[in-house]
């Protein structure tokens, strides 16, 4: 089974990632704040991929 590209594991992360962070901006938190925690997860969900 081939494993999909670093730049597509990223797409998709970000966009997971993505969706909760923007209930979370609706509800109150900073962006700046939300902005992080969506990279940090993409980042770390592309490492977890490339591992497995």
Do not use: E, H
């Not at 998709?12 to 997860?41: D, E, R, Y």
């Amino acid at each position: 089974m081939d494993r999909p590209s670093a730049a597509t594991q990223i797409v998709v992360a970000c966009l997971g990632a993505g969706v909760v962070t923007s209930f979370a901006v609706a509800q109150g938190q900073n962006p700046l704040t939300a902005l992080g925690i969506t990279l940090f997860s993409a980042i770390a969900a592309v490492m977890v991929g490339q591992v497995l």
